[in-house]
């Protein structure tokens, strides 16, 4: 009686591994790029709001809302607060939320302190980012 093996070899079992590996390895790297890619366009959402926000306390108090000019995780709860009345809680995402008023014209900015990428926002609507996004 003669047996015959109709196994996988040990060659056959590290291609695939080896396979999965690489296939893993830029799953991976596309997952990271599509995270922070989501992550500041939520901010960049976050900016859009905020300015509505300021147009409507503008209308509401005769001038922007200024209180918030040094970015830090304290100055998005005052944003949140004050311009956007409690609605959003702006502490639940990567970045930092300011707004620098200088007479009629403003700019908010978002900031990440973990990768520096800034998204900034101005009265003329106009969205620039830094190298760092």
Same mark, same amino acid.
């Given at each position: 009686?003669?047996?015959?093996?109709?196994?996988?070899?040990?060659?056959?079992?590290?291609?695939?591994?080896?396979?999965?590996?690489?296939? =893993? &390895?830029?799953?991976?790297? $596309?997952?990271? *790029?599509?995270?922070?890619?989501?992550?500041?366009? /939520?901010?960049?959402?976050? +900016?859009?709001?905020?300015?509505?926000?300021?147009?409507?306390?503008?209308?509401?108090?005769?001038?922007?809302?200024? =209180? &918030?000019?040094?970015?830090? $995780?304290?100055? *998005?709860?005052?944003?949140?607060?004050?311009?956007? /009345?409690?609605?959003?809680? +702006?502490?639940?995402?990567?970045?930092?939320?300011?707004?620098?008023?200088?007479?009629?014209?403003?700019?908010?900015?978002?900031?990440?302190?973990?990768?520096?990428?800034?998204?900034?926002?101005?009265?003329?609507?106009?969205? /620039?980012?830094?190298?760092?996004?």
């Amino acid at each position: 009686m003669s047996y015959h093996n109709r196994g996988f070899t040990l060659i056959e079992l590290l291609v695939v591994v080896a396979l999965i590996g690489i296939l =893993s &390895a830029i799953g991976i790297v $596309s997952y990271t *790029g599509y995270t922070k890619s989501a992550k500041e366009k /939520n901010a960049e959402l976050s +900016l859009n709001s905020i300015n509505l926000g300021l147009q409507e306390y503008k209308s509401n108090y005769g001038s922007y809302y200024s =209180s &918030a000019s040094s970015c830090s $995780s304290s100055s *998005g709860k005052l944003i949140a607060d004050n311009v956007l /009345n409690g609605q959003d809680n +702006l502490s639940e995402q990567d970045f930092q939320f300011c707004i620098n008023v200088s007479g009629s014209n403003y700019t908010i900015k978002a900031y990440n302190p973990n990768t520096r990428c800034e998204i900034t926002l101005n009265q003329a609507l106009t969205v /620039n980012r830094n190298s760092s996004c």
